[in-house]
């Protein structure tokens, strides 16, 4: 059973602050529909994970993605291509964030989550420094099986025993299909995600995630190989659904690309003092902390549906101790 660490004062601070989780409609009780759909608008049409991992797929397609027809047998040039659109995405966004949040500290602790910075000489960890242990399980384990798991999308679509589609064929649902695969993939993680803390899988395999309990940028996709093979199992669904290879590239961004932003430690991103995009999430950053609850995304209310949802008072949290109590001393 992981501790819960103490926490500073300006970690007290995000711990009551009242941010998205309490202020999204999809939590509220009746259901407010056109709010919901204008949190949705605000969410995915601004400048946000959701709009920077679909214009990186677009991007990625149209100059790095081999055409569909040279998958049809497994070869090192398409091979390679793929994991270079997997890893060039993951390398430039959570080193970049790295840099400018922890190395630079361009924004000191302003809007940071937990005020401690990230753990070093500790032997908690991989190599017994906390970055060097993210970077090691993000690259080696999590970009290598999430390039398998599309290797084998890729080649399975180009010999047709997956379901294809082209824009010019149906073009609503070409564009329905990426809101489709955020909901999609907020389900996946939300069941997954709470098998991984039946307590003899979290031992073995997700214990390695929850060593951040204070989360970097490298944090978001750190995880034992075990855990790997089944949140990449979502990509399941394209052999039942029809999909392009652009959803493709877009279902593996938002599942590993959108981590790195949500596990950044920080609630938003500040440029000469001023606020200029949102990128933490203080929703997960309470899972983090308290490990028994908001297992999901805040994408959909999963956890609020599931009884598992934290919204950051005191009363959630006697709840969330009590319930990890029980599970851990059975």
Same mark, same amino acid.
């Given at each position: ?226 855990? /790997?093979? =089944? *949140? ?8 039942? %659904?029809? @999909? $392009?290879?652009? /959803?493709? =590239? *877009? ?8 981590? %790195?932003? @949500? $596990? ?67």
């Amino acid at each position: 059973m992981a501790i819960e660490p103490e926490i500073g004062a300006e970690a007290e601070r995000w711990h009551h602050h009242p941010g998205p989780v309490r202020n999204n409609p999809l939590f509220s009780w009746p259901p407010q529909p056109v709010a919901v759909l204008r949190w949705y608008a605000a969410y995915w049409l601004a400048v946000s994970t959701i709009t920077i991992t679909a214009v990186f797929s677009v991007a990625i397609y149209f100059t790095l993605l081999p055409a569909l027809e040279t998958m049809q047998t497994f070869q090192a040039g398409w091979m390679v291509r793929v994991w270079l659109a997997n890893l060039l995405p993951q390398a430039i966004c959570a080193g970049g964030l790295h840099m400018w949040l922890y190395h630079w500290r361009k924004q000191g602790n302003q809007t940071k989550y937990d005020a401690r910075d990230l753990a070093r000489d500790n032997g908690t960890y991989t190599f017994g420094n906390q970055v060097w242990d993210n970077m090691f399980w993000t690259l080696v384990s999590g970009v290598t099986l999430w390039t398998v798991a599309q290797w084998a999308v890729f080649w399975m679509m180009a010999n047709g025993y997956a379901p294809a589609m082209f824009f010019p064929d149906n073009p609503v649902w070409f564009v329905l299909m990426f809101p489709f695969l955020v909901i999609w993939s907020s389900f996946h993680f939300y069941w997954v995600h709470r098998l991984l803390h039946v307590p003899a899988i979290y031992k073995h395999a997700h214990a390695l995630h929850h060593r951040n309990v204070n989360v970097g940028p490298w944090s978001g996709i750190s995880m034992h190989p075990l855990e /790997h093979l =089944l *949140f990449y199992t979502n990509f399941a669904i394209h052999l039942i %659904v029809p @999909s $392009h290879p652009i /959803h493709i =590239l *877009f279902h593996g961004y938002v599942q590993s690309v959108h981590p %790195v932003f @949500s $596990h950044s430690g920080f609630d938003q991103l500040v440029v000469r003092d001023e606020e200029k995009a949102k990128m933490g999430d203080f929703f997960h950053q309470l899972h983090h902390r308290y490990f028994e609850c908001n297992y999901g995304t805040v994408e959909m209310p999963w956890d609020k549906w599931f009884g598992s949802f934290h919204n950051g008072s005191a009363e959630a949290t006697q709840r969330t101790r009590a319930f990890k109590k029980q599970m851990y001393t059975k």
